[in-house]
């Protein structure tokens, strides 16, 4: 029996982000290239999307390239950028159809242009489509994204058009990448590691972290189902004590 049937439905987080991460441990375990690796987490990538669809869930962030993934072997990230371009080609008719929105965070200025304007295409095709917004994370990193924000505050304040006095969360927000994004209330991690990776630092603060051994590509809907339902367990008490939450 699915483990859907378990969910409550009433309370399905609006925002998940993910930090896919483990296509290369299953890549070897299996006696592949790292690349198969990544073919297989495409995959996954695609079941995630079907399980917001189906539970409602409004956003899905995927971290799919990190600011230090530059470090990796020129081989694999060539993989990884044709991966994504030739993913988009294949699946966009799809995307559009299902009503999905997608959107990049990330400095994308520094990908190649074959890939900026492969993703280009994909968010002016699907800018108007509002059932979900599927966010991807690509040359992101968290310290990125507060760096460039403050770059912009400073130099809309030096311009006069803003008040360095006025400042508050909802100034600070409206400058990061995730601006019209909310905050996501659950960050899954795949592969057994346990950290953030300069990801999402700033949004993150307050979102319930889980964490499964599973590699990326064996993240089938049931786990990401098991996920939920994980979370739908949690008590989030934003520093309130449990007898203040009705
Ligand atoms: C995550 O899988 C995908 C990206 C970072 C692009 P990895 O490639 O990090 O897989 P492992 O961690 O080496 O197993
Ligand atoms: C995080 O995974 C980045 C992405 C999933 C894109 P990494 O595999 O790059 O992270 P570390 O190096 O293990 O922290
Ligand atoms: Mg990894």
New binding site residues.
Partial sequence: MSLINEIDKNKIPKHVAI???GNGRWAKAKGKARLKGHQAGANSVKSSIEVCSELGIKFLTV????T??WNRPKSEILGLMDLLVGTIDKELKEIKNNNIKISVIGDISKLDTFVQKKLKLAVEETKNNDALNFVV?LNYSGRWDIINACKNIAQDCKANILDPEKIDENTFKSYLSTNDIPDPELLIRTSG?E?I?N?LLYQLAYSELYFTPRFWPDFSKEEFYKAIINYQNRERRFGKISEQLT
Avoid at 63 to 66: D, G, N, V
């Fill in positions: 930090i896919m991460d971290y799919a390239f990190s230090e993934n994370a590691e950290r990776s990801f």
